[in-house]
């Protein structure tokens, strides 16, 4: 692959995360795609034949570049504590500069709920939590928590970072009523989200 084809095809990558957010996959099209990466639909097709394909790209995409900022996670040097804290401070950062992320989700998930539990089978998050709770069972038997009971410890930490974002509308409003603007208050939820998981595991 040249340099302008590497170019291209990053152009068109950043294009469609950005129509595919903003319009679904049902509402976007090959065209705004295309205008919006500055290039004919034609050339559009000659690097991506149908929207499938790319929106399964872009899809992977996102997955991989968030995948790597939670890398540390795996750490075993780290203890579990530290990497709560470590994964509110890096996914709400990462839904901060992804702000539609989360309701995009939501509505491919129950607009074609197949299609994403193949992509996102290939993330294979049971795994990521076997590792987890292999690394810290010490820990976790401190505080009572065993396997079958992990998952419901993982989803719940994710969903303290994702709702804010992902109920946005709502959310957003409610805290312009009591005079806090959702930058400051998400900003503020990295150290209260993780204060609260911890006190909440320790008791």
């Known amino acids: 692959m040249t340099e302008n084809d590497k170019q291209t095809e990053s152009r068109i990558l950043e294009a469609a995360s950005e129509v595919f957010l903003e319009k679904g996959m049902d509402g976007a099209r090959m065209q705004d795609i295309a205008d919006r990466a500055g290039i004919n639909k034609s050339l559009l097709h000659y690097y991506y034949r149908t929207k499938d394909h790319l929106f399964n790209t872009v899809f992977e995409k996102t997955v991989n570049q968030m995948l790597m900022r939670f ?18 401070h890096e996914h709400i950062d990462f839904l901060m500069n992804n702000r539609r992320l989360p309701s995009f989700l939501l509505n491919e998930i129950n607009r074609n ?12 998050v049971h795994k990521l939590w076997d590792t987890l709770h292999a690394q810290h069972k010490k820990e976790l038997n401190a505080y009572n928590i065993n396997r079958e009971d992990f998952p419901q410890i993982m989803v719940s930490v994710a969903a303290l970072s994702l709702f ?18 959702f930058d400051e208050f998400i900003e503020k939820r990295k150290d209260f989200a993780t204060q609260f998981v911890i006190k909440a595991l320790k008791k």
């Open 71 to 88: 890398a540390p996670v795996l750490d075993q040097d780290l203890t579990f504590e530290e990497k709560i804290r470590f994964f509110f």
């Open 113 to 124: 709920p197949e299609r994403m539990t193949k992509l996102m089978e290939k993330i294979e």
């Open 164 to 181: 804010p974002f992902a109920g946005f509308e709502i959310v957003s409003r409610i805290l312009e009523k009591h005079g806090t603007g």
